[in-house]
Structures are given as C-alpha cells and as structure tokens.
C-alpha cells in the first residue's frame, strides 16, 4: 500500500511531506528537484504550528507564510 493512502485532510505536514518525497521518489524526479520541493515544504512546516491539519491551512496561511518568506 502506498504511504500516501493514509494521508487525510486531518494529518499534519510531517506526514503529507514524507509521502509526497516518496511519490516524487516512485516517479523517478531527481534527487535535486526531490530536495527542493522538500525544502520548500519543510520551511513551510517550520512556520505553521506543528499540530496544523493540512485541510486547515488557509490561503491566508499561505500568503501570510510567503509574505514571511
């Protein structure tokens, strides 16, 4: 079973972002673009509150975390 399968919309970043590197992984992206993106993501985790659900994060979560960027 794919790890992505126990992804919901009330898991956390930490999770989501260990499946997504695996998918991006499986497609055979490189490891360079596979970095970044994870980079990207983990950054943003840093900013958002460690217990935040994915189908919590708003767009103002997100134009609030790009505007700290």
């Known amino acids: 079973?794919?790890?992505?399968?126990?992804?919901?919309?009330?898991?956390?970043?930490?999770?989501?972002?260990?499946?997504?590197?695996?998918?991006l992984e499986d497609q055979g992206h490189s490891p360079h673009t596979v970095k970044a993106f994870l980079g990207d993501l983990r950054l943003l985790a840093s900013y958002l509150p460690p217990d935040r659900a994915i189908g919590a994060i708003t767009t103002a979560d997100l134009n609030n975390f790009l505007h700290w960027m």
């Open 1 to 23: 079973m794919s790890p992505s399968a126990h992804i919901t919309a009330q898991s956390t970043l930490a999770p989501a972002i260990n499946a997504w590197r695996f998918y």
